[in-house]
């Protein structure tokens, strides 16, 4: 079975949230508001993006949102923009080779040396277009919401 890459982004922030939830939250490494990563979709992944479906949203990214979102958010331990020396260090020629492995889940995003296992995003640009507090598919935001991951991510980019 083929796995699918999953870009999930936090939309709430850290207040009333739940211990369980907290801690689902951060084992996502979702840690504060406005945070994206990548994760495959794994049973245990999809258990935990459940428990935590009113504090978060996710869906499938194409390969040129990653690239995006590698290219203008992504970031080194430590600092600074992702450069050529780091992608050399990590064994890859350009980002694009980099968000290929990413989208077909050869590779990890956390376990990549050197390179921090989230993104940190802006606000969307015009503000979200639904409630933060109904689910996506009852004209809010949370949750499930496919390929119109995609628009949000480019959005908060």
Not at 90 to 114: F, I, N, P, Q, T
Not at 128 to 141: C, L, Q, W
Request: net charge positive; with cysteine.
């Amino acid at each position: 079975m083929e796995r699918r890459c999953l870009l999930v982004i936090r939309i709430r922030g850290r207040v009333n949230v739940p211990k369980r939830v907290r801690d689902t939250l951060h084992m996502l490494r979702l840690r504060r508001n406005n945070t994206a990563t990548l994760i495959d979709d794994r049973p245990s992944y999809k258990g935990m993006l459940q428990r935590a479906k009113d504090w978060i949203t996710w869906g499938e990214p194409t390969v040129e949102t990653i690239k995006m979102l590698l290219e203008r958010r992504g970031e080194k331990v430590g600092g600074g923009r992702i450069d050529e020396e780091t992608l050399k260090t990590l064994g890859y020629s350009s980002l694009e080779e980099l968000a290929e492995d990413l989208y077909h889940c050869r590779v990890e995003l956390h376990k990549l040396k050197g390179i921090k296992p989230f993104f940190r995003l802006h606000p969307p640009s015009k503000g979200f277009k639904g409630s933060i507090k109904r689910p996506y598919k009852a004209g809010g935001e949370l949750g499930y919401r496919g390929e119109a991951i995609n628009e949000l991510a480019e959005r908060m980019s």
